[in-house]
């Protein structure tokens, strides 16, 4: 109840959700059935989380925030949301994000713009904006987004909350509404390293339903955050910690790069040793990741065709039935997104394109497997400044796709990382958060959330 009210009073303003469940206090009352009859529910029972609306909840709203989905009620709940609710987890709404995923700052929602709850003025960083803002504003207590090239680690960066996004294949991606498939991860928001360690233990592990996803075993997250001795002086003693050479350099704001340096000499003085690694196909990631991920959409979103989903404009003939549907359906950056795929594809181009972009790729991978063969794990700023003015950057998408620069690579090579609150800039009426993000070894999300735990 208090936290209906919370979203009931702190809702105008920031407009997280898009949906807010009917059914909160009736779902609360059968966790509560389930307890008295003995059921061993697990950490999750009775939590409040948010959902991105771009993953499928059973008979509820999922638009992706895109018109063409406006009244798209799924008949079934995306892998992870049965899971949570398996383990008495309540969804307690939909939450607002940029159309189809495609956006930094949540501005490109068909339906409305959520607010930064540090500065109303400001946006929440995407495009899982709401999820983030909504962990920020305590409306829920944690929630779930989609990655594919920072969607959970930049918001989070931008609200001062913890986001995590797991190694490519750990969380079955069965009802997340593809943007593209080869980047996509579910991944959690919460106010604590160890709230969004027990989330991602609740969604992690193979799904049938999911080729991509991985039969690697899913260790107890949860026994890091209880083994840890507080008392003792060093407890990251001998961790080896690479600072990313290339992410400190021109184009990141100076406050960014101090609360960056603070936190390393903070890992530090618990023990770690702190060493520069260099990643030379850094800036390479950038146009790859844009070439990669409109090639996929443009594919993916070939499904919205006002037939099989969502809605419909009515033509006289089929391909105006298409035309309409997908021209009065989408956005204009998603548009612009499956022009510029679908480009990038097209025979004659793709030599120059596509396959070069698949070509960084391996470069970038190649970086990210050396520099973690001799640290355990790598450190960057998560966003080259805190969160931006709204409207700011909406007119010039170079600018807006530049700030992806810390963490589209991270998704290029499939790895986990976790992104943490280190200080705070000037701004807003009581300063920015700023957010450091730690990137681990495919599958050792283990030792993230351990050394992020310790951090916090
Ligand atoms: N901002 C990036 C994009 O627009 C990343 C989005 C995401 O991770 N979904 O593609």
């Known amino acids: 109840k208090s936290y209906l009210s919370r979203i009931r009073l702190t809702e105008p303003q920031l407009k997280c959700f898009l949906h807010v469940s009917e059914n909160v206090l009736k779902d609360a009352e059968e966790i509560d059935q389930r307890i008295a009859k003995g059921e061993e529910l697990g950490p999750l029972a009775g939590v409040l989380i948010g959902v991105k609306d771009n993953i499928c909840t059973e008979g509820m709203p999922s638009t992706a925030a895109s018109r063409i989905l406006e009244h798209y009620r799924p008949p079934f709940d995306a892998t992870a949301i049965k899971k949570i609710k398996e383990l008495g987890g309540i969804v307690v709404g939909k939450t607002n994000m940029d159309e189809f995923g495609m956006g930094s700052t949540t501005e490109a929602s068909a339906f ?15 495009s899982s904006g709401g999820s983030a803002a909504a962990v920020a504003a305590r409306q829920c207590m944690v929630s779930l987004g989609s990655d594919t090239g920072g969607s959970v680690r930049q918001p989070a960066s931008f609200c001062g909350v913890v986001g995590l996004k797991p190694t490519y294949g750990r969380v079955s991606r069965f009802g997340l509404m593809a943007y593209a498939s080869s980047l996509d991860v579910i991944g959690c928001f919460g106010s604590t390293v160890a709230d969004a360690g027990m989330l991602l233990h609740a969604i992690s592990g193979y799904d049938r339903f999911d080729s991509t996803s991985s039969k690697q075993d899913v260790p107890e997250f949860q026994s890091q955050f209880l083994s840890v001795d507080h008392f003792e002086s060093k407890p990251l003693k001998g961790v080896k910690v690479g600072i990313i050479r290339e992410t400190l350099e021109d184009g990141v704001d100076s406050g960014v790069k101090s609360a960056t340096q ?16 260099s990643l030379p196909s850094f800036s390479l990631g950038l146009p790859a990741y844009y070439v990669i991920a409109s090639s996929e959409s443009s594919s993916n979103l070939s499904r919205y065709d006002g037939v099989r989903y969502g809605n419909q404009v009515m033509a006289e003939e089929l391909n105006r039935l298409y035309e309409r549907s997908r021209g009065e359906g989408f956005g204009g950056e998603v548009k612009m997104r499956i022009l510029m795929g679908t480009y990038a594809l097209s025979a004659g181009y ?38 931006y003015k709204i409207g700011e950057k909406k007119n010039d998408p170079l600018a807006m796709y530049a700030g992806d620069i810390m963490t589209v690579n991270v998704n290029l090579a499939g790895l986990p990382a976790v992104v943490l609150p280190c200080g705070l800039v000037e701004g807003g009426p009581s300063g920015l958060p700023v957010g450091l993000q730690m990137i681990g070894a495919a599958f050792d999300e283990e030792k993230l959330l351990r050394v992020g735990h310790i951090f916090e």
């Open 112 to 126: 409305q713009v959520t607010a930064n709850p540090w500065d109303l003025t400001r946006v929440p960083g995407g």
């Open 350 to 387: 793709y030599d120059a394109y596509y396959k070069r972009a698949q070509q960084v790729r391996t470069l970038i991978q190649k970086d990210f497997k050396a520099a973690l063969e001799q640290n355990d794990i790598l450190i960057s700023p998560a966003a080259p400044s805190a969160a």
């Open 262 to 277: 603070e936190a390393a000499s903070h890992l530090e003085a618990l023990g770690c040793i702190l060493t520069e690694v």
